[in-house]
């Protein structure tokens, strides 16, 4: 199964937002509520920073929210700030109850 | 805390075996099912396996089915990763992840990850 399909980069200035989409199909975000967003700086393990499209773990930041209509999930960060630089993940269960990862996106904070 | 640790990395030849252990600490191991997800150089993540709870059941993505086994021992709280005829192309970082949260009992969000064991394939 190919890949969830996502911006291969983004960026913004302090205090702005952006937003990255992650493109799935009927077979995957389209058909179930089980998508989820990493944050992985460099040369580090992923972080979960949100999961069942639109919750946050205990710790991360509400300027951090996630959000599904169709098969396009979104991530979105306000606020940006200079440690926001990293890359991103979308996750999402798939009909053959397996999870597919997006091909990441890059953010720049400029 | 809670901590999961990989070992066992290497570098290998091609058609060779190798086997990943994941140490976890801090939290309940045998209630949480555990995944392996995998990064090449430069490139994004890919779900490995996944292993239920208690060891009943277990998943594959298709190009590691019939070559990766995933075990468990949670009297051990550990995770196991037993790869052979191994391929170029396998050659990653490999993560184990805890799974949690969930809307559907068959589906997790990765909460709690590793710090990594490398893995690389020569031919």
């Known amino acids: 199964q190919s890949a969830l399909t996502q911006p291969a980069s983004v960026s913004g200035s302090p205090g702005q937002s952006i937003t990255i989409s992650c493109t799935g199909t009927s077979s995957d975000i389209g058909v179930y509520d089980a998508v989820s967003w990493y944050q992985q700086h460099p040369g580090k393990a992923p972080k979960l920073m949100i999961y069942?499209?639109?919750n946050r773990p205990s710790g991360v930041s509400n300027r951090f929210s996630g959000s599904k209509s169709g098969n396009t999930a979104s991530l979105t960060i306000s606020g940006l700030q200079a440690e926001d630089e990293a890359d991103y993940y979308c996750?999402?269960?798939?009909?053959?109850?397996?999870?597919?990862f997006g091909g990441g996106t890059k953010l720049t904070v400029l | 805390q809670v901590q999961l640790v990989e070992s066992g990395g290497a570098v290998v030849q091609s058609g060779r075996s190798l086997r990943l252990s994941c140490a976890a600490s801090g939290f309940n191991f045998g209630g949480y099912g555990i995944h392996w997800v995998r990064q090449a150089p430069g490139k994004g993540l890919e779900w490995v396996a996944h292993?239920?709870?208690?060891?009943?059941?277990?998943s594959y993505t298709d190009s590691v089915k019939g070559r990766f086994t995933i075990s468990r021992d949670n009297s051990r709280n550990t995770l196991y990763l037993e790869m052979t005829s191994l391929r170029a192309d396998d050659t990653a970082v490999y993560y184990c992840?805890?799974?949690?949260?969930?809307?559907?009992?068959?589906?997790?969000?990765?909460?709690?990850w590793g710090q990594g064991t490398m893995v690389t394939v020569t031919s």
């Open positions: 992840a805890r799974g949690n949260y969930g809307n559907y009992a068959w589906s997790d969000a990765f909460d709690v």
């Open positions: 292993i239920w709870y208690d060891g009943s059941d277990d």
């Open positions: 996750s999402s269960y798939t009909t053959t109850r397996t999870p597919l």
């Open positions: 069942d499209v639109n």
